[in-house]
Structures are given as structure tokens and as C-alpha cells.
């Protein structure tokens, strides 16, 4: 349904990535591209028929011209789209299981911040948010970098610390208000912005800790604790297992696919 939307907002774009899509005969049993997208393999998808189709339908000019026109816009929201359907639906449906407790916390066997945007996205009903490219990885616009605790702290000031901390990155303005609100104030809010975000799917904020992290975010009390006092998930990213949750010989293609597509703009403006 997604992807049906985004085809249907730009039928110019959608005619390209048609033409895309039957040379690589994605279309030979079904004339629903959608479909077709939605079903065929997500590097083909991503690699073989979105990306060569976005290249053809952008406009000429800078980067910035590239970035602000519709087809990009529209290009990265099926990207995105796409690529949760390269999750596989049984690793959906183990976390969805009773005695999963995927409303406060849940572990995520992969080997990269983006597999974790990804499959979270995949697992919340999300669309991905892409951020920018760090390194030989993508990070997830809306993860929530974790705060510092210092050691000694009791439970509930650390808490009322990570509130604070939070609400700094969800509201920079603040640093900039002429009368700053009192903490008991930028926290309520913060519980109110975070829940009715949580409600509607507007956002995707999330904490990630690994086995390297020495937060107090280790010990599952104070995570529960945590999730009482703020509507947040944290995300337990651990060393990937035998069976990948990707439907993709390697997660570092699927990778590599999203952050280079990412690159689109910068490597058309110097081709043009």
C-alpha cells in the first residue's frame, strides 16, 4: 500500500521505474509494478531497477537542486520502503511473539546500525529514516544518541538525567530560549511529544546500546524503569546469529546498496 502510494504520487517517476522494471522482466507476469517491486528480490529491487530509474528521472544541477526535487524525495521514501521488505517476515513475526517484550526493550542480531533502522522499522510499522553517510554505514536519522551516566548516580536521577539529555536533542531551541522552562517542565513535555509521536508513527526515536556500552541501560530494571517514566524503545544490538533476519546473502550488500543510492546526487552533479 505504501509503495502503491508513492508510485501514484508521481506517475512521471512511476513510468521510469516501469520501464526499469520490465527490462529487467519484473513485469512479464504481472503489469502491477507495485507488486512486482514489492515481491521481487530486494537487490533487484534496489539496486537493478530503483536506482538506474532515479539516475534517468532527476533533474540536472547541483546537489542541492537533485536533493530538493520531488523525484529524490519520492526516490528515498521507496528506498526506504523497499528495503524493510528485505526483512524477513518470520523474524517479524518471533518478535511479535507473548513473551517478547518488544514495547520496552528487544534484541536485534545484526551487524550494523543501518540493519538495526531497518529491521525496527520493519518490526514498529515504520518507514525507515535514512541519515547521513558515516563511514561504510547509515545511521538512523531518529536514533537517540545515548546519553553519558556517570557511575553513582541513584536509578532516578539517572533517569531524570537521560530525560534531560534526550529532550536537549529532540528540542535545540531550548538552548536558544531567552527563558528556559524549568526540567520538571522540558520533561513533561518531553513524555507528552514522545507518546503522542508514538501514537500516530510520526517518529521513529529509539536508544541503541551494545555489549560494549556501560550504561545502566545493561541492567533490564532500570530499562523497564526507564520505559515507565518515558515512551521510548531501546534496542539491544547484539552479534549477529547463524541465520541472517535479511533476505539477502549478506548484510552488507543490502548496505552498501542503501548508502551508495544515498550518494546519487553528489556523483550526478559531477558527471553533469
Not at 521488505?85 to 542480531?109: C, H, M, N, Y
Not at 534531560?164 to 529532540?170: E, K, P, R, S, V
Not at 533476519?245 to 546519487?264: A, Y
Request: charged share 30%; proline share 7%; net charge negative.
Amino acid at each position: 500500500m505504501e509503495i502503491r502510494a508513492i508510485l501514484d504520487a508521481l506517475p512521471s517517476f512511476a513510468s521510469v521505474l516501469r520501464g526499469q522494471a520490465r527490462e529487467q522482466g519484473l513485469l512479464n507476469t504481472s503489469h502491477d509494478l507495485a507488486k512486482s517491486l514489492a515481491t521481487a528480490k530486494p537487490e533487484v529491487a534496489l539496486s537493478d531497477v530503483l536506482r538506474p530509474a532515479t539516475e534517468k528521472a532527476l533533474p540536472r544541477g547541483s546537489p542541492q537542486i537533485i536533493r530538493d526535487s520531488d523525484v529524490w524525495e519520492n526516490a528515498k521514501t521507496l528506498l526506504a520502503w523497499l528495503s524493510v521488505l528485505a526483512v524477513r517476515p518470520e523474524w517479524v513475526q518471533k518478535q511479535e511473539q507473548p513473551d517478547s517484550d518488544g514495547e520496552a526493550t528487544f534484541e536485534i542480531l545484526v551487524k550494523t546500525e543501518c540493519g538495526v533502522e531497518i529491521l525496527s522499522s520493519r518490526y514498529r510499522q515504520l518507514r525507515p529514516r535514512f541519515g547521513p553517510v558515516r563511514g561504510f554505514d547509515i545511521a538512523g536519522e531518529e536514533r537517540l544518541d545515548l546519553p553519558v551516566v556517570e557511575p553513582g548516580w541513584d536509578d532516578g536521577y539517572a533517569i531524570r538525567q537521560i530525560g534531560l539529555d534526550i529532550a536537549a536533542q529532540l528540542f535545540p531551541e531550548l538552548k536558544r530560549t531567552a527563558t528556559k522552562p524549568s526540567d520538571d517542565e522540558i520533561l513533561d513535555n518531553l513524555r507528552e511529544t514522545l507518546g503522542e509521536r508514538a501514537k500516530h508513527k510520526s517518529h521513529h526515536h529509539y536508544l541503541l546500546i551494545t555489549t560494549d556500552d556501560h550504561s545502566p541501560l545493561q541492567r533490564p530494571d532500570f530499562r523497564e524503569m526507564l520505559s515507565r517514566e518515558f515512551p521510548l524503545t531501546v534496542i539491544n544490538m547484539r552479534a549477529p546469529g547463524p541465520e541472517s533476519p535479511f533476505l539477502v546473502d549478506k548484510e552488507s550488500r543490502l548496505i552498501t546498496i542503501l548508502r551508495e543510492f544515498l550518494t546519487i546526487p553528489d556523483l550526478l552533479a559531477k558527471k553533469r
